[in-house]
């Protein structure tokens, strides 16, 4: 299974993002995938989907950020709004919790 995540760059606070996870050699569908994210030592549970679409958000997250998974695209989606310094780090993908992307950098900064 490979991960390639997209998307990462410079915000402002405030800005939003859509960061993209594309899975190859993998039947998608039936996977959950997360989205974690490092800005220490700690790897940080942002948000996972379902099989079934079914949906968890971190609490510091909620009502700002939004996953979705395009199962005929194999691609997960973190739409990130309302974005705050806080928020920066590298954003990982997960599949299934045993495969990582390589990362894609986030930085909130004036």
């Known amino acids: 299974v490979q991960l390639v995540e997209s998307g990462g760059t410079l915000v402002q606070p405030g800005g939003s993002l859509n960061l993209s996870c594309t899975a190859s050699?993998?039947?998608?569908?039936?996977?959950?995938m997360t989205w974690y994210r490092q800005s220490g030592k700690q790897r940080e549970l942002v948000a996972s989907i379902?099989?079934?679409?079914?949906?968890y958000y971190a609490d510091s997250v909620k009502g700002r950020f939004t996953i979705s998974r395009d199962n005929t695209k194999k691609t997960v989606y973190l739409q990130m709004n309302n974005l705050n310094p806080e928020d920066t780090a590298v954003y990982y993908c997960?599949?299934?919790?045993?495969?990582w992307g390589q990362g894609t950098r986030v930085t909130v900064s004036p």
């Open positions: 050699g993998t039947f998608f569908t039936v996977y959950t």
């Open positions: 379902g099989q079934s679409f079914e949906t």
């Open positions: 997960n599949h299934e919790g045993d495969f």
